[in-house]
């Protein structure tokens, strides 16, 4: 549906940022982009700092600008907005809230929401969406959700997440076939950023 799809897709790996600090924001854009990674979020969940969040994307933006870089943990159209203004190129719910996602598509802006049951995947297709977040993965099913997913939905894709981790990452890295790509990854990150596994995590698009 967005423009953005094939480059999300493309990318494989979702790095996902929590920050608040700016003076972090570049030098570990900068790692991300020197380790391979293509495309990061910034997450809205401190509530009392969507200014200094809003201004870490506009840093980016600015100063890293072949990094892709989205709004995450979006609960609201007037945060998207803000995410958005800040220069956003796309936004990422935990769960799906309509005005969230009309908003977006109404100001033309990518938006991925969260989903966990087929009635939810059943709204987002009214809404002719095609990438989904599959959020918390592992308490809905995991693999064996996705696999169930692709029965009746086969031209989804999506972005998967929440509880995975180190223990169990190698059964959904078998779906995508990158299992060396996350490991080299994640060391050419903190080559360049020490502190890096700090500060993000990863998402996972199953194809």
């Known amino acids: 549906m967005f423009e953005m799809d094939k480059k999300i897709i493309d990318s494989g790996i979702l790095a996902v940022i929590q920050l608040e600090n700016i003076e972090d924001s570049v030098p570990l854009a900068e790692a991300l982009v020197e380790g391979g990674i293509s495309t990061a979020e910034i997450t809205f969940r401190n509530p009392e700092k969507i200014a200094d969040i809003a201004k870490i994307i506009s840093n980016i933006r600015k100063n890293v600008p072949q990094l892709f870089i989205g709004g995450a ?80 939905y086969p031209h989804l894709k999506f972005i998967v997440t929440g509880g995975i981790n180190q223990n169990n990452a190698e059964k959904y890295l078998e779906k995508i076939k990158k299992a060396g790509f996350l490991i080299v990854t994640l060391k050419n990150i903190q080559k360049f950023y020490k502190n890096a596994n700090f500060f993000f995590y990863f998402y996972f698009f199953l194809f």
Do not use: M, R, W
Not at 75 to 83: G, H, N, R, V
Not at 106 to 129: C, M, R
Not at 132 to 142: C, H, S, T, W
């Open 73 to 152: 943990t979006v609960t609201s159209p007037e945060i998207a907005k803000i995410a958005v203004d800040s220069g956003a190129q796309f936004i990422i719910s935990a769960g799906f809230k309509s005005s969230t996602v009309e908003y977006c598509i109404n100001n033309k802006v990518p938006v991925y929401p969260g989903i966990a049951t087929p009635s939810e995947i059943e709204v987002a297709l009214d809404y002719n969406l095609s990438i989904l977040k599959f959020f918390p993965a592992e308490v809905f099913g995991g693999t064996a959700a996705l696999k169930a997913f692709a029965g009746p």
